[in-house]
Structure formats: C-alpha cells, structure tokens
C-alpha cells in the first residue's frame, strides 16, 4: 500500500467528511436552540436538493439564480416544520419528538420522489470533470469544491453562534423560561435555527446532488450526519467539523484498506460503528458540554 | 402609578387558584416588597406581572394589570420587557453554559445601537465590579452570590422602570445576602428603577422597602408601610423572629397552629 493511495484516500475522505459535516450543522443548531433531536436533516438536504433542481427546470433559471431562491424556500420550509409540528409537541417525551421528526424524514423520501419522479436528477454546477493531480494523488474536484464550501459554511455557523444572535440561541437551550424574562422571543430562535437547519441542508443537497444525482437515496446522509453530530457532541459546531473529518477520513480508509480484504462493504458500517461507540465510550461526545452541577 | 394589580386571580392547569384577588401598587421609582411564606402565591403574583405563567400552564383568570397606564395583560413577555418590566426568577436561573458576558448581551434583543448596549455593559460591570473579574468563566461555575448579581444585572441590561426580583437571598451567606441588599437599594435610588421585591427574608426585605404588602394563602392579609408592618405583632412572630433571622419551619408551626391574620 503506497503512500500517495493512502494520502489521496484521506484527502479524499475529509473533503467528504466536510460534506457531511455540513448536514449535521444544522441538527447542532436545532439541538442546541432547542434541545430537539431533528431526525428529518438528511431528507431536508434531500428536498433542498430537489428545490434547486425543480426550480432550475421548471422556471429555467440559471444556477446561481436557481441556488440562493431554493436556500430562502428551504429556510421558509425549516420555519414551517417548526411553527407547523414542533411548536406543538413542546412538554412532550423526547422519544415522541424525536418519533415525529423521523416521520417528517420518512414522509420526505417518500414526498418528494413521488412528486417529481423516481428518476434521477442530474444538478449540474459547472464544475469539470477531469479530477485534479496533486503530486500523484487524484483528488475529485467536486469533492473538492464540496469540500471547501462545507468548509467555509462551517466556519461561517461558527461564527454565528459567537455573535449576539447565536448567544440568544445558545440561551434559549440553556434556559427557555429566563430567556422569557429578559425579553428574548423564544419561539423566533427555535424557528430560526429551523430555518437554517434548512438552508444548510440545502447547501449540502445541492453539493451531494452534484457529485451524486439527486434522488431519494440523498437522505441516507442523515446516518452520517448523526454520526458525526454525536461524535461530535450534538451542541458543538467545532466538534462537527473534528467529527466531519474523522467520520469522512475513517470511511475513506475502510474503503480502500479493509474493503479489498473483507470483500467491500466497509463503508457503510464505519458511520453506525462510530455512533454506537461514542454513545458508550463518550456519550457527551468531543466537544460536548456537561451539565454543570453546582449552584 | 407605575404599576397597579387590581383584584387579580391566577388559576395554574385551570384548576389550582393560586392566587385570589391581590391588588398590590408599585409608585414610579417606589421599592415594595411582598412577603410571605412558602407556598403564599408570591412567585406566582410575580409571573403574572411579567407573563411568565403561561409556560406554566398559568393563566389570569380575573382582574386587571396595569402598567405605566397600559394593560399589561394583552403583551406577550418580550413586549412587557421591552414597556419596561425584568423579572429576575427565583432560583437566579443564569444562562449556566455562557459567560457573564454572554449572559448580558443576550438580554440586549431590544436594542438596535451596539455603542448604547456597550455602554449598558460597562454601566452593569461597574455596578458589580466582581462580575467583570470571572466575566471569561461559564456563568454555571459562579457562586451563588455571584450567580444573583448576574440575574439582577442581566435584568438590568434591559434598562427596566420596574425590577421583579424574586428571593434574591436564597441560600446566601448573611454578609452576601446584605450586599444584595445594598445594591438593590443602589438600583433604586441611584437609577431610579422601582423594585418589586419578594422575600421569604422578611427583616431584611423590610429593612430596604418602603411598603411593604403580607400575602397568605393567595390573597393579602396585610400592607402598609414598612415600620407599620414591622411593627404587627403576627408579622413580627411569624417572620422577624426574636433575632432577627427567620426560621422557616417556626413561621410553618406558626401557620399551622393558628390561621393567622385571616
Ligand atoms: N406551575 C405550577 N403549577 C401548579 N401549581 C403551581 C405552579 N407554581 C406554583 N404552584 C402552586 O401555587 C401556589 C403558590 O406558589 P408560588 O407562587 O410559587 O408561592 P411562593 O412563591 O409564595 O412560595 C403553591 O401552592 C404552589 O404549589
Ligand atoms: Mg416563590
């Protein structure tokens, strides 16, 4: 096994990595705001996805016209999953909420295939084919491109949640009742990490639908993404990016040196390995906060 | 007046009354304090203030509230803050996981001018000089003292005519539950902000507040000026005690035996 395989295997892997991280940003943000486990992301990044696509065909817009109109239709599409479902399951047992958000995903694949067609959509965002050498790796420039982008996006959220309305945000988590008391509108900061979690989902739906075509198969990135948000400790951004690369790098590894030993099927197993394994080893993940007792 | 309860009722899951036609008066810049046992409704006469009932699944079932000539009951809680009313919980309830900083700024939503909200900053760190001393810790690592600064100048970020403070000497040390004390004053008479303070403290309440109202099982049994309640023999057994400290299960006891005051 050679060094540059190796190399262009990692490279490769983070970049991915990064792609997923991408979907689980917005489950961190809406865990964070609201402590809501949202199961629905993957099939969110799906129809986001699909938006840019359907607007792209059937308006016969441009890309970058197509783009930015689907990102404001998929954060109105995060509000109203909230305002029209979570706002009412407030006080409910988290396993129903978590139930409900899993029923929105399920709902989803089903929804939105049924409605534009099983086949799938090609997204095409002018990015060449022909990979790029660095050295004698061979680095796929969607993967790339997807790769800084996620990146980019990434920091941008960190960013975010470092300024005043990210410390409203971060508030309401900590304590829903006092930030009522100081006049923070509690409701608006759950909706609007809702309507980020959709625009990040839409985001990584249109760069996976990119590299991959757009069809149903889209929201099996919620498994990646949950994966990477528990290792990463469900309400820290930072530890999604650490996650992102750590899940993308692992999976790229087992691909190309334990599938040619095992005969394949590697890949597949390294997300849900690494959920089972940080929930026992390191339930609150690498970043994640304990609960602080004192006072 | 700056705020006015007029026979007000406050139903929890429609069915518990815990409070039962309370009328209480707050003047502009006025310090009164609310007293009474555990269990009298206190906590409960302040949510329906500032409208913290209804996450508790509490409603006002009857009456009125006034505020600065408005009818406070038509406001969601962000707008009663953004009239003028903060209501610092019992229990301190500090954003545990954010700074002190953090915790400040995220009672800043109302304002639009970031050069006012640093100047409220600065005005809330000279206020408590030793906030700004662990302004880098997570708020949930202070000690209580501590933690009751916050809530109060988190409050305080708000820029309030009316602070609702509820128990601020919880399970304080004595010289602690005095330097509370001072700077409630100090927000009163320096800032002119009127104070709502309820208190299990009696001696202490009564030693800052201007008027004082006794509530007993949600409705109130007594008020008038501070030496006047003082000086009632119910009040002075039930809550200053002999030493001036107030033990709860005495003023428990007390109830049991003896309605009193009712
Ligand atoms: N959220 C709630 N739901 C139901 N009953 C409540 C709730 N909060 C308080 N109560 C009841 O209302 C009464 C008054 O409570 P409270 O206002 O907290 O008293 P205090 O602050 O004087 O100790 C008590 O009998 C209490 O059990
Ligand atoms: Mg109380």
Not at chain 2, 1 to 21: G, H, I, P, T
């Amino acid at each position: 096994m050679d060094l540059w395989l190796i190399g262009e295997l990692a490279l490769t892997g983070a970049l991915v990595g990064l792609m997923y991280a991408l979907v689980a940003v917005g489950i961190v943000l809406v865990y964070k705001t609201s402590g809501v486990a949202n199961f629905a992301q993957g099939a969110i990044a799906m129809s986001g996805g699909y938006a840019t696509w359907a607007i792209a065909a059937f308006l016969g817009l441009p890309m970058w016209v197509a783009i930015p109109l689907a990102l404001v239709a998929m954060f109105g599409f995060g509000m109203l999953v909230e305002h029209a479902v979570l706002r009412h399951m407030v006080g409910q047992p988290v396993i129903m909420i978590i139930m409900v958000t899993f029923g929105i995903e399920i709902f989803l694949r089903g929804f939105m295939p049924g409605t534009f067609g099983v086949a799938v959509k090609r997204l095409d965002l002018g990015i060449p084919q022909a990979p790029m050498f660095l050295g004698e790796m061979l680095i796929n420039r969607a993967y790339l491109v997807g790769g800084a982008v996620s990146a980019a996006l990434i920091l941008a959220a960190i960013v975010l949640f470092n300024s005043r309305a990210g410390i409203v945000m971060r508030a309401v988590s900590d304590d829903q009742g006092a930030s009522w008391s100081v006049g923070i509108r509690v409701e608006r900061a759950i909706a609007v990490a809702w309507g980020l979690a959709g625009a990040t989902a839409t985001a990584a739906g249109i760069l996976w639908g990119s590299v991959q075509g757009i069809d149903w198969s889209l929201s099996l990135l919620l498994m990646k993404a949950l994966a990477i948000a528990i290792l990463g400790g469900l309400d820290s951004i930072p530890g999604v990016l650490l996650a992102g690369l750590i899940v993308g790098v692992c999976e790229s590894l087992a691909t190309g040196v334990i599938d040619p030993l095992v005969g394949g099927g590697t890949r597949d197993i390294v997300a849900s390995v690494i959920i089972v394994l940080t929930l026992l080893v390191r339930p609150y993940g690498l970043f994640g906060r304990e609960h602080i007792e004192r006072v | 007046m700056l705020l006015s309860l007029n026979n007000v009722e406050v139903v929890y899951d429609r069915v518990f009354l815990a409070v039962k036609s309370v009328s209480i008066d707050v003047g502009e810049g006025g310090l009164v304090a609310l007293l009474g046992a555990n269990g009298a409704g206190k906590s409960t006469t302040l949510k329906s203030v500032s409208g913290l009932l209804k996450p508790e699944r509490g409603a006002v079932t009857r009456g009125e509230i006034a505020f600065a000539g408005r009818d406070l009951l038509a406001l969601d809680p962000p707008e009663r803050v953004r009239a003028g009313i903060a209501h610092v919980l019992e229990g301190r309830r500090v954003f545990g996981h954010l700074t002190p900083e953090e915790n400040l700024l995220a009672a800043t939503t109302m304002h639009g001018d970031r050069a006012h909200v640093k100047r409220l900053m600065e005005r809330t760190f000279a206020w408590f000089p030793r906030l700004s001393e662990r302004a880098r810790t997570q708020a949930g690592y202070l000690s209580g003292g501590e933690q009751q600064m916050l809530a109060i100048g988190r409050a305080l970020m708000t820029e309030p005519k009316l602070l609702l403070l509820d128990e601020p000497s919880l399970g304080l040390a004595p010289f602690l539950v005095d330097e509370i004390f001072d700077i409630i004053r100090r927000i009163n008479k320096e800032a002119g902000v009127a104070v709502l303070l309820v208190e299990q403290n009696a001696a202490a309440a009564l030693e800052v507040a201007e008027v004082a109202y006794v509530i007993d099982n949600g409705r109130v049994v007594m008020n008038g000026t501070a030496e006047v309640v003082k000086a009632n023999p119910d009040v002075e057994a039930a809550y200053l005690g002999g030493g001036h400290s107030v033990d709860f299960r005495a003023v428990k006891h007390y109830r049991r035996r003896r309605r009193w005051l009712t």
